[in-house]
T-cell receptor
Framework: GAGVSQSPSNKVTEKGKDVELRCDPISGHTALYWYRQSLGQGLEFLIYFQGNSAPDKSGLPSDRFSAERTGGSVSTLTIQRTQQEDSAVYLC?????????????FGPGTRLTVT | AQSVTQLDSQVPVFEEAPVELRCNYSSSVSVYLFWYVQYPNQGLQLLLKYLSGSTLVKGINGFEAEFNKSQTSFHLRKPSVHISDTAEYFCAVRQGGKLIFGQGTELSVKP
């Protein structure tokens, strides 16, 4: 079956511009996660959504970062006024539910380059 | 808060040799541990996980890991590696719904 998909696969943007990254989770998965992978920081948790509960935003590095999940399915991660340190691969994952025994399935990522 | 330490950033090894990738986690009452693999230019793929029960966990591609509570370790092993095992390997611990990852170990298998 279809896995987690992300778009675009690559994004180059100028410093100061806003960007939107999209994630389509596996159908039926109620939990959706965003992580960031960068050379200096490794793999960092950003935010996760579980059903209709308030998202856990504890990993968002600044108020320039936000995410929403519409209709319990597709999610968009928005970075406003991008900075060079935002350059990274942004990974999305989904699972049947958050926590417990549920495996997180990862998408291929979006590589963001801020020039 | 949980944390994970992968002791080796790079591990070079010859084909058909055994390998161990080390992972230590911060202590907790109960812990869920994972190993993920990332092949070049691909996303993360689950190799194996420890949730409870037997401390020796077998995963895909011939990998296994042993949960050691007293040592707070979850080292990954494979008795004989292949060129195709060249990848980056991440150890992770679950904290609530999210995963906390180690810094990763780059395994390089040479002919």
């Amino acid at each position: 079956g279809a896995g987690v998909s992300q778009s675009p696969s690559n994004k180059v943007t100028e410093k100061g511009k806003d960007v939107e990254l999209r994630c389509d989770p596996i159908s039926g998965h109620t939990a959706l996660y965003w992580y960031r992978q960068s050379l200096g920081q490794g793999l960092e948790f950003l935010i996760y959504f579980q059903g209709n509960s308030a998202p856990d935003k504890s990993g968002l590095p600044s108020d320039r970062f936000s995410a929403e999940r519409t209709g319990g399915s597709v999610s968009t991660l928005t970075i406003q006024r991008t900075q060079q340190e935002d350059s990274a691969v942004y990974l999305c994952a989904s699972s049947l539910a958050a926590g417990g025994l549920n495996e997180q399935y990862f998408g291929p990522g979006t590589r963001l380059t801020v020039t | 808060a949980q944390s994970v330490t992968q002791l080796d950033s790079q591990v070079p090894v010859f084909e058909e040799a055994p390998v161990e990738l080390r992972c230590n986690y911060s202590s907790s009452v109960s812990v869920y541990l994972f190993w993920y693999v990332q092949y070049p230019n691909q996303g993360l793929q689950l190799l194996l996980k420890y949730l409870s029960g037997s401390t020796l966990v077998k995963g895909i591609n011939g990998f296994e890991a042993e949960f050691n509570k007293s040592q707070t370790s979850f080292h990954l092993r494979k008795p004989s590696v292949h060129i195709s095992d060249t990848a980056e390997y991440f150890c992770a611990v679950r904290q609530g719904g999210k995963l906390i990852f180690g810094q990763g170990t780059e395994l390089s298998v040479k002919p």
